[in-house]
């Protein structure tokens, strides 16, 4: 491999056009893909519109691991329609029960050195085993499955050097707290943060994929680990030790960045509400009354974790003021405590062992009480993710989690008062492959009522004559755009699912924004929001674009957009348009008319668009906008999206 960063040497051997101008557009080969269920049935719906018959990658899964309660028919229906298509089109499919696709692809599939795109945001998981892992749209992840190439900004790579080892009741998550506190949230788009140094030999692959899996939450595009021994070693407790390669940067690979951790000195953290780098002691919040505690997810619901806290369990209960629920990351993972004992342990310990998936980390269930507290071993805190407006939602560790549970109130663990257990790395894990269903082609794919189309933009229109139909503030979430929780199983179901667009921010006896976009459609005019720093982090799903664009939306204009947001917005043919400068943003009120005269001309001229604001007094102000849209990009925007492109 080539020269320089293990970023550098993945891009250089998935090369396929570009530029190696940080910033500038790379297009690479995507070995293998993934998909989960709440994303993946448009992923699919939209693999059948762009006619591929038989998928042209390496390796691509389907899992189901989101969108299990099954209340309601909506969810069985999309498993099925997901069994069948997969089978028909050449990807294995896991069925609900075996894990979390992160957890699953880390045990199963993920390679050292390979490059895997999957639709959702937490594929950099994979990063743990040095894979290329990256969170795209589904339409992203459909075209690369048709053998398409992945686009990406040539990144920056931030390099976060490790030294030390983590003391007892320290733990990787608060590596990534740590490391949120310093990068925060915004402004790493375009980046890759590649770890090293002598502190990277003592973290487990366990441990690695803690971390890169919440680096997501850093906006960045993915993070990586080089592949050495402690990789060959997981691989072989996986019996694929076949596809072992050593990956590691040159000693004089040089990144755009340098950020040092020591481990020796980090402390516990805690992310507190509602945003993942709001971070704090856990020692500062010591005795703070807790309600509930829940662990797993794709961040804590591995072997080594479950059995840290089964054995901080063993012999002992949880505090009667909590809850604590489980839900393991794997089938495997389940299947393993089992056996050991470590389930037994949970459970006289006082713990709920929930269904292994997601659950209440997407508001599957578990919701917090009113204004009580809630600690979780998850990734995002975003307010009412919980599916409890005005939730407090702290992100832990599971060391702290266990504390917590045991005492009822926020606790150091190293408070405890007994020895940090220190679980033994299995020599092999289960093998649940059985379970994982091969394709067979020639499937009949299983249409049940609910499985929709997904639904196409018209050709960008000559005029933008706008109203502005929303205007909110800094750090909007994918989850405040599009809610999951409750509204989840509408995935499928877009007029449906298109009502609950920025719900969050409905006030009670009036409009809402579905009705008021609605209207705008309706009235032949275009629908506009705008955002400010850092809009559309965190998840992956495509329907916060293709719900507004089904609403009649045609702008987003923001002083900063997030990339996979960015990339949806671009995909369903919504212009993501960048303010020149904050005054631009505030002087727009919502209900302002914008008009963008010549947009596609403008578009396609260079960098910079200009508008006129026209406001309810008749007052009229020149806008300046820029955008960061590739000639391909402004090419699907054109035409009214991907789907509509040949
Ligand atoms: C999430 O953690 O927010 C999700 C649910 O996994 C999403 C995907 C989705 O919305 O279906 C993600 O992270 O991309
Ligand atoms: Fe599932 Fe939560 Fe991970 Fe998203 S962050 S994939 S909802 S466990």
Redesign the pocket.
């Known amino acids: 491999m080539a020269h320089g960063t293990v970023t550098q040497k993945i891009i250089d051997a998935h090369f396929v056009s570009g530029s190696r101008v940080p910033g500038e557009p790379v297009a690479i080969r995507i070995d293998q893909t993934l998909t989960?269920d709440a994303t993946g049935t448009m992923a699919y719906l939209e693999l059948e519109a762009i006619g591929t018959a038989k998928v042209a990658t390496e390796l691509s899964v389907s899992y189901v691991?989101?969108n299990m309660m099954q209340n309601g028919p909506e969810n069985r229906n999309d498993h099925l329609y997901l069994q069948s298509v997969a089978a028909d089109k050449g990807v294995i499919f896991s069925p609900p029960g075996n894990g979390?696709?992160?957890q699953l692809h880390l045990e199963r599939f993920g390679l050292p050195g390979k490059t895997l795109i999957g639709s959702?945001s937490?594929t950099p998981t994979g990063g743990g085993i040095g894979m290329m892992a990256i969170g795209a749209g589904g339409l992203d992840v459909a075209l690369a499955m048709a053998g398409k190439a992945f686009h990406i900004p040539y990144p920056k790579v931030i390099g976060v050097k490790l030294t030390g080892k983590l003391q007892p009741w320290c733990a990787a998550k608060d590596v990534i707290l740590k490391l949120l506190s310093i990068l925060t949230t915004k402004g790493n788009v375009g980046c890759i943060v590649e770890y090293f140094g002598d502190g990277v030999a003592s973290l487990g692959v366990p441990q690695r994929a803690t971390i890169t899996n919440m680096g997501a939450e850093l906006g960045v595009t993915t993070s990586i680990f080089p592949s050495d021994e402690t990789t060959l070693r997981w691989l072989k407790q996986q019996h694929r030790e076949e596809g072992f390669v050593a990956l590691a940067a040159d000693p004089d690979a040089e990144y755009d960045r340098v950020i040092e951790i020591d481990l020796d000195t980090l402390q516990p953290l805690a992310a507190a509400p509602s945003s993942p780098d709001n971070i704090v002691k856990v020692s500062d919040l010591a005795g703070k009354k807790v309600d509930q505690v829940l662990i797993g997810?794709?961040?804590n619901?591995g072997y080594r974790d479950l059995a840290l806290v089964a054995m901080a369990l063993h012999g002992r209960r949880i505090s009667p003021d909590v809850t604590l629920a489980i839900a393991p990351g794997s089938r495997a993972v389940l299947e393993m405590l089992a056996s050991n004992g470590m389930l037994a342990d949970l459970v006289a310990a006082g713990a709920r062992i929930l269904e292994v998936g997601?659950g209440p980390?997407?508001g599957q269930g578990q919701s917090p009480a009113n204004d009580t507290i809630t600690v979780r071993t998850?990734?995002?805190n975003f307010a009412g993710r919980s599916g409890t407006k005005g939730d407090q939602s702290y992100l832990v560790s599971p060391e702290t989690a266990v504390a917590t549970a045991l005492t009822g109130v926020f606790t150091d663990p190293r408070m405890l008062g007994f020895a940090a257990p220190v679980p033994e790395e299995p020599a092999e894990f289960i093998n649940e492959d059985a379970l994982l269903q091969q394709p067979k082609a020639g499937t009949l794919i299983v249409r049940k009522p609910t499985i929709g189309e997904p639904p196409r933009n018209a050709a960008l229109p000559e005029k933008i004559d706008g109203v502005v139909v929303i205007k909110v503030g800094d750090k909007i979430t994918t989850d405040h755009i599009m809610p999951a929780g409750v509204h989840l199983k509408l995935r499928s179901n877009i007029p449906a699912y298109s009502k609950v667009v920025f719900e969050c921010f409905t006030v009670n006896g009036k409009p809402s924004f579905a009705e008021r976009a609605s209207n705008v459609r309706d009235s032949g005019r275009h629908g506009i929001i705008v955002g400010r720093d850092s809009y559309g982090q965190g998840?992956s799903r495509e329907h916060a674009a293709i719900c507004p664009m089904y609403l009649g939306v045609k702008v987003v204009a923001a002083l900063a957009i997030e990339r996979i947001h960015r990339a949806n917005l671009v995909n369903f043919g919504i212009v993501p348009l960048l303010f020149d400068d904050v005054a631009q943003y505030d002087a727009i009120e919502e209900g302002d008319a914008i008009e963008i005269d010549r947009i596609r001309e403008q578009l396609a001229e260079g960098k910079g668009v200009c508008g006129k604001l026209r406001k309810a007094d008749g007052s009229v102000k020149e806008l300046s906008f820029h955008h960061t849209l590739s000639r391909e990009d402004i090419d699907i925007i054109l035409a009214g999206g991907r789907l509509n492109v040949k």
């Open positions: 989960q691991d989101h979390i696709c992160h959702d937490h997810s794709c961040t619901g997601c980390c997407i998850f990734n995002r998840s």
